[in-house]
């Protein structure tokens, strides 16, 4: 498995609108935008920092991963996004090492990025995401 950089770190946050203030306005960082992945549920926006990105998240439906991490834990960084080169072999070599997987196969993320999740039983408690851009 070849890991490139720290991709992102996903916070999750009840408003972007407000959550982004702090970003931009006390931060200076830039706002690209947002995107809405319908399947996860979420709203994210990017905000790049050097190599890497601040990803805030909000829930689109009270159903929705990010709905129910804010009401078991609040406000706070949701993930961690590690870039690989080829996300169907580190997949496979997790697996064979004998880490849960969340997704066994690549879903669809933010930005055209094909993304898996890693289950935190199996990571020290942090939520792992492996995230392929071409
Ligand atoms: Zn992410």
Redesign the pocket.
């Known amino acids: 498995m070849n890991i490139l950089k720290i991709d992102?770190l996903?916070i999750a946050v009840n408003s972007i609108d407000e959550g982004k203030k702090f970003w931009t306005d006390v931060l200076g960082l830039h706002f690209e935008g947002k995107e809405t992945v319908a399947e996860q549920k979420v709203t994210?926006a990017f905000f790049p920092v050097g190599e890497s990105e601040v990803?805030l998240?909000e829930s689109t439906a009270p159903d929705g991963p990010i709905a129910k991490y804010l009401e078991k834990k609040g406000e706070g960084i949701q993930?961690i996004?590690f870039r690989v080169d080829d996300i169907e072999a580190a997949l496979a070599e997790l697996k064979a090492k004998g880490i849960r997987l969340i997704d066994e196969t690549p879903r669809k993320?933010?930005g055209g990025a094909r993304?898996a999740f890693l289950h935190p039983k199996s990571t020290s408690g942090v939520l792992v995401?492996l995230?392929e851009r071409k």
Do not use: F, P, V
């Open positions: 992102h996903g994210t990803e998240l993930h996004a993320g933010a993304i995401e995230c």
